[in-house]
């Protein structure tokens, strides 16, 4: 799918947007039976036509629950941030390919809160393989800072009383 710049922004603001959000946990979240769901759902929306996100809402084992999604977007910005695409980032003619990202989203997972990564081209998009495993890996990287910086956090906070 390739969209121009207003299009992009118009879809989002009309009834072109697919959503789904599900709860996991961290062993469920690395595990290729929850992660395909999410892959097909993304392939099946951009094949219809739609922008979309599929949401795993993942329990942690310190903190808040972690925000863990596949978007689609034409560069990596959160979905909910679509109206920082301005010209400066994008020119407003030319047609972009939306791409599929990795979104993580929680305290502590750095300092800004948020990872983005392209996981795929819409283009070249599909369920295979190689998409589980760059999934599983990035997932298990940002699972793994998230908890290594909620315990640092705490220690910190217990060490200053």
Known sequence: ????????????????????????TVAKIQQEITIIP???????????????SYEWNVQMPIGDPLSVRLETNLINIPMKEA????????????QYTVN???????????????RIDELASGDDFSSATDLV??????????????????KEADQAKEDSK
């Open 38 to 52: 999410g892959l097909r759902y993304i392939e099946d929306q951009l094949a219809s036509g739609y922008l979309c």
């Open 133 to 150: 495993t760059k999934f599983q890996e990035w997932v298990a990287n940002q699972l793994s800072m998230a908890t290594t910086n909620r």
């Open 100 to 114: 599929v990202y990795m979104v993580a989203e929680g305290d502590h997972l750095n300092n800004s809160g948020l």
């Open 83 to 94: 109206q920082r695409l301005d010209p400066k980032l994008l020119d407003r003619d030319p």
């Open 1 to 24: 799918m390739e969209l121009t710049y207003g299009d992009y922004l118009n879809l989002l603001e009309g009834d072109h947007v697919q959503r789904t959000t599900v709860d996991t």
